[in-house]
């Protein structure tokens, strides 16, 4: 969690919303994906993603008068409430199957790592720093679930050409995150990061 | 297998990762491995619009939560939207008449004014034309407004005049009222009451009642002037005449426990040994005299009413009370204490709880006896005084807890004697229209002569009787206006 940018900043934000809950959307726009991260690898499809990310953020908001800064990160705060809510999910789901007992969840014993959330929460971010044309493909190619061809039809591109976007942008996204990782890794400036093709 | 272009290739891989739930497969090319891995990570990419749905929807609880906090710094406001007959000239009645500015006039195309807005000193007023087609009808077509505008201005009389000049007829003249403002009303010539006000004084809404109060009591002791002619000015039917030690000293306690106001005092000549005094506490008149081997003391029990029981309590024992029965709440309906004075009185003091207490009609300061059996003495003042008994409460086994007996305009409470409250006789001054016949009636029913009736120098005729229960009384009619009391 070192790589992540906490203190002061956060605090404020928190206090912030606290004190007015319409700043609450800074502490989502800073959270979004990494909650988004943390319960997409611990849930089986993307609709139950969305309900519990949606869940954890609600609860959040509800919430956020009684937290209380103890200098930990407020991602780990989210977490707790994102692991508590998959958790009553799945008994939920053992109640409704006729199990007397609700088993854990299968994946619940194999604990997710918050430095890989991290990442994969950073490069969720990065791809909305892409060109517009790259980031569509990767939206539609990844979120909205579609084929290449579909992609194709929908902005009226060829299949190649659509191929061709999507090489681009996954090349682009992996120099920036490794840059980034770097930056991260090594208190000093990093060297000139690598070019990007394309 | 062909060889095919990198981004074939890279499709063809995304293909297998967003199928499979399982890893990048497999590629030779090193750089092809690379991005694979990224596009794995990029497997569980949120949806754009479900980031943006979200955030909209917590927006809205945020909004929410926001502006029901605050609500309360949220003034609502409520204006009178008036239907003149004549808005125009409505208008400028306004102007001329309380200073009113136009701040909006919309005309509709047939002339008439379909909205406007002026302002009165920061007070907004809304008219506009009636429109009976609409139901919206000005105060001459309804002959009459059932709603008062009421206006706060910093010169109620300034404005008054003003408006008078301009046209405003009187309804009421400006005078200081009870509740603290000085205020009159005035009807303008468009059919709208206003009733134009300046505070002056802030009471609580309690000071204000006990206003209403004193009002309504003195309209109706003034409503029946003539029928009262024997009861000297001032006093009521029964008066509690206090004959005990230290009058003096007593006089001093009233004033600084119970805000008693000294109206009359003669001493002894060549001492201050008081004669005669009359003391009022709130609306009721107290006399006094210091007792003597004539007249041995007569204590009496007193029920007090006050606003704040509590405060008055502790004042009276710093002011010297024996403390005898701690401030509470009462089943009966009342919170109250009890102290003896330092000259041997009883007070009750006591707050009645409004509507159903024990001690309703109860004045400030209403004399409280404790018989031995209180349905005899009731008997006694019936036959003597024409009582009449108008609350009682008895248990099965005859004991009575409570009781009321209005004479003339007076009432009088009493309750068998019990624990600590025993009997004690005290002495009530009594007016009533014929004083000899009266008098004449407490012998037949039983009390003792101690003075007969004769007129006295201050203007009373009046006798004392003893009832058969000790207590003494002076029964009076008053006569004529001493031109000097004494």
Request: aromatic content about 8%; hydrophobic content about 40%.
């Amino acid at each position: 969690m070192k790589a992540l940018k906490k203190g002061p900043d956060e605090r404020l934000l928190i206090e912030a919303a606290q004190k007015a809950p319409a700043r609450f959307a800074e502490l989502y726009d800073g959270n979004f994906e990494r909650v988004y991260a943390y319960v997409a690898r611990r849930v089986q499809n993307r609709s139950d993603a969305e309900d519990l990310t949606a869940e954890v953020f609600h609860q959040a908001l509800a919430k956020i008068a009684q937290f209380e800064w103890r200098g930990v990160p407020f991602s780990a705060w989210l977490y707790r409430i994102a692991a508590n809510a998959i958790a009553a999910r799945w008994q939920r789901a053992a109640r409704e199957r006729g199990s007397p007992v609700a088993d854990d969840p299968p994946d619940s014993r194999a604990r997710v790592n918050p430095e890989e959330v991290e990442r994969t929460a950073q490069l969720f971010r990065l791809v909305k720093t892409l060109p517009d044309d790259q980031r569509r493909v990767i939206e539609m190619r990844f979120a909205e679930e579609k084929s290449t061809h579909e992609i194709a039809r929908e902005l009226h591109r060829t299949d190649g050409s659509i191929k061709q976007l999507q090489f681009r942008a996954l090349t682009n996204l992996r120099a920036q995150f490794r840059t980034k990782a770097k930056k991260k890794a090594s208190a000093k400036p990093s060297r000139k990061s690598g070019g990007r093709n394309g | 297998m062909a060889k095919q272009n990198p981004s074939e290739q890279l499709d063809l891989i995304v293909d297998v990762i967003r199928g499979g739930r399982g890893t990048a497969p497999r590629s030779g090319d090193k750089k092809l491995a690379a991005l694979a891995e990224v596009a794995s990570n990029l497997r569980d990419l949120p949806r754009a619009d479900f980031r943006a749905r979200l955030r909209s929807g917590l927006e809205r609880r945020t909004t929410m939560a926001t502006s029901a906090k605050a609500a309360p710094e949220v003034r609502a406001t409520a204006t009178p939207y008036l239907s003149v007959r004549g808005a125009a000239e409505a208008i400028e009645f306004y102007k001329r008449a309380f200073g009113a500015t136009e701040v909006t006039r919309l005309v509709q195309p047939d002339g008439r004014i379909g909205h406007a807005e002026i302002n009165i000193d920061g007070a907004k007023i809304m008219l506009a034309d009636e429109f009976p087609e609409i139901g919206f009808s000005s105060p001459e077509s309804l002959g009459g407004s059932p709603v008062h505008i009421h206006l706060d201005v910093s010169d109620v009389d300034a404005l008054a005049r003003r408006a008078v000049a301009a046209g405003a007829t009187v309804v009421r003249p400006v005078e200081d009222q009870f509740y603290g403002d000085r205020s009159g009303q005035f009807r303008d010539p468009f059919g709208y009451t206003w009733a134009i006000s300046t505070h002056k004084e802030t009471l609580t809404t309690e000071e204000m009642q006990h206003r209403i109060d004193e009002m309504s009591r003195k309209q109706s002791d003034a409503a029946a002037p003539e029928s009262r002619k024997y009861i000297r000015e001032g006093f009521r039917s029964i008066t509690p005449y206090l004959v005990i030690p230290k009058a003096a000293e007593l006089i001093d306690f009233m004033k600084t426990a119970f805000g008693a106001e000294e109206h009359f005092r003669i001493a002894r000549p060549g001492g201050d040994v008081i004669m005669h005094a009359e003391v009022k506490i709130g609306d009721s008149m107290i006399e006094l005299a210091e007792a003597n081997s004539q007249f041995p003391p007569t204590p009496a029990a007193m029920v007090l009413h006050v606003s704040d029981v509590d405060t008055v309590y502790s004042r009276a024992v710093e002011a010297g009370a024996t403390p005898f029965q701690p401030v509470a709440d009462h089943d009966y309906g009342s919170r109250g204490g009890t102290v003896k004075d330092i000259s041997g009185n009883s007070w009750h003091i006591s707050k009645p709880a409004s509507g159903n207490s024990i001690f309703e009609g109860f004045r400030s300061v209403t004399p409280y006896l404790n018989p031995l059996r209180a349905p005899v003495m009731i008997e006694f003042l019936q036959k003597a005084f024409g009582a009449e008994e108008v609350y009682r409460a008895q248990s099965p086994d005859g004991v009575v807890h409570h009781a009321q007996v209005r004479i003339g305009d007076s009432l009088i409470g009493m309750g068998d004697a019990h624990g600590p409250y025993l009997p004690m006789p005290c002495t009530l001054h009594l007016y009533v229209p014929d004083a000899n016949a009266t008098y004449e009636r407490a012998l037949r029913a039983g009390a003792t002569s101690i003075q007969p009736v004769a007129d006295q120098p201050y203007g009373d005729r009046s006798g004392g009787v003893t009832d058969p229960f000790g207590n003494r009384w002076f029964i009076a009619t008053h006569i004529q206006n001493a031109p000097a009391a004494g």
